[in-house]
């Protein structure tokens, strides 16, 4: 008989949750897996309701589910955000992390602990790399808050390792897809584009500093080594460790920018605004996934171009539709 699978997802209803429930239900739909997917979240489709932040809250969410895995997606998401509502970031990424963990420990010791980190917890160490793609030994020093909040929380969950809980910290690098708010890059572009091709703005896009160079990665990739490694029976060789999501190959905001304006086949200007700048930017940002092919055999698949015509196409009907 197959083993059951009684996976709890948090902060299920947002952009990466709801790419990971599709990746699970096209799985059970295939057979073979005795599969059974517990949302928590704010939003009303979520099967269950719960403020992470709240330690009662998380002992009664993993009292209720009783889950074989946990992945742990529930966060203050945008590094905007979390600059904006530092205490509220504190609270829910590392906190609600924090939780979650001890919960689990104390009531689903079997249950595998997935923790969707960020390649933010690198920060100073990308410049220190001068460029080279980072290892999962490189040092965390995050240079803002949701870095740092997401390094907290890997960092706690290594530590609790040692006393017995079952996990597996990933830290994905910069990803992107359909149903990505505004607030990242990759959507921002995207919904100008389409609002210049729908007229209702000037062909003149406002951006940031497009100079850095980054990892990106296509939401649906990544949400495919969570649910690999929740489906998987993991052992000593991966429990415990922390693996980088990224595709090893940076490339320029400014080329992103450039690939969507030609899938569009628009004439644009482009405007520098200063709202749109960071005080503190690394170079270039980029990691090995070596450690990820050789415990899950996972690796990228979705070309760039494809994943930004995606999502310029969908950006594309959300402006249509109003």
């Given at each position: 008989?197959?083993?059951?699978?009684?996976?709890?997802?948090?902060?299920?209803?947002g952009f990466v949750g709801?790419?990971?429930?599709?990746?699970?239900?096209?799985?059970?739909?295939?057979?073979?897996?005795?599969?059974?997917?517990?949302?928590?979240?704010?939003?009303?489709?979520?099967?269950?309701?719960?403020?992470?932040?709240?330690?009662?809250?998380?002992?009664?969410?993993?009292?209720?589910?009783?889950?074989?895995?946990?992945?742990?997606?529930?966060?203050?998401?945008?590094?905007?955000?979390?600059?904006?509502?530092?205490?509220?970031?504190?609270?829910?990424?590392?906190?609600?992390?924090?939780?979650?963990?001890y919960a689990a420990m104390?009531?689903?010791?079997?249950?595998?602990?997935?923790?969707?980190?960020?390649?933010?917890?690198?920060?100073?160490?990308?410049?220190?790399?001068?460029?080279?793609?980072?290892?999962?030994?490189?040092?965390?020093?995050?240079?803002?808050?949701?870095?740092?909040?997401?390094?907290?929380?890997?960092?706690?969950?290594?530590?609790?390792?040692?006393?017995?809980?079952?996990?597996?910290?990933?830290?994905?690098?910069?990803?992107?897809?359909?149903?990505?708010?505004?607030?990242?890059?990759?959507?921002?572009?995207?919904?100008?584009?389409?609002?210049?091709?729908?007229?209702?703005?000037?062909?003149?896009?406002?951006?940031?500093?497009?100079?850095?160079?980054?990892?990106?990665?296509?939401?649906?990739?990544?949400v495919r080594a969570y649910?690999?490694?929740?489906?998987?029976?993991?052992?000593?060789?991966?429990?415990?460790?922390?693996?980088?999501?990224?595709?090893?190959?940076?490339?320029?905001?400014?080329?992103?920018?450039?690939?969507?304006?030609?899938?569009?086949?628009?004439?644009?200007?482009?405007?520098?605004?200063?709202?749109?700048?960071?005080?503190?930017?690394?170079?270039?940002?980029?990691?090995?996934?070596?450690?990820?092919?050789?415990?899950?055999?996972?690796?990228?698949?979705?070309?760039?171009?494809?994943?930004?015509?995606?999502?310029?196409?969908?950006?594309?009907?959300?402006?249509?539709?109003?």
């Open positions: 008989m197959p083993r059951e699978h009684r996976l709890l997802i948090t902060g299920a209803n709801t790419w990971l429930q599709r990746e699970l239900e096209t799985r059970r739909l295939q057979g073979g897996i005795d599969l059974t997917v517990l949302t928590a979240g704010h939003g009303a489709t979520s099967v269950l309701m719960a403020d992470v932040s709240d330690k009662h809250q998380a002992m009664e969410l993993i009292d209720t589910s009783r889950p074989s895995a946990i992945i742990h997606l529930a966060a203050i998401a945008a590094p905007s955000d979390a600059r904006k509502a530092p205490d509220r970031a504190w609270d829910v990424n590392f906190r609600g992390t924090m939780n979650l963990a104390e009531l689903a010791p079997d249950a595998c602990f997935i923790f969707a980190g960020s390649s933010e917890a690198y920060g100073a160490s990308f410049i220190d790399k001068a460029g080279a793609p980072v290892d999962e030994d490189t040092a965390l020093k995050p240079m803002g808050v949701y870095g740092a909040t997401k390094a907290a929380a890997d960092m706690l969950l290594g530590q609790l390792a040692y006393e017995g809980l079952k996990t597996i910290r990933f830290r994905p690098f910069n990803h992107t897809g359909p149903g990505q708010t505004d607030a990242y890059v990759v959507p921002a572009f995207a919904k100008q584009i389409a609002e210049i091709e729908a007229g209702l703005r000037s062909p003149t896009l406002s951006v940031g500093n497009l100079s850095g160079f980054r990892d990106f990665l296509d939401v649906r990739d990544v649910a690999d490694a929740a489906l998987a029976d993991s052992g000593a060789d991966v429990l415990g460790k922390a693996f980088n999501l990224s595709l090893g190959q940076p490339t320029q905001i400014r080329q992103i920018l450039d690939l969507l304006v030609e899938l569009s086949g628009l004439q644009v200007n482009v405007e520098i605004d200063p709202l749109r700048l960071r005080g503190s930017e690394v170079p270039t940002a980029s990691g090995q996934n070596h450690a990820a092919f050789t415990a899950f055999g996972w690796k990228p698949k979705i070309e760039l171009r494809n994943t930004l015509n995606d999502v310029l196409t969908e950006w594309r009907q959300r402006v249509q539709s109003r």
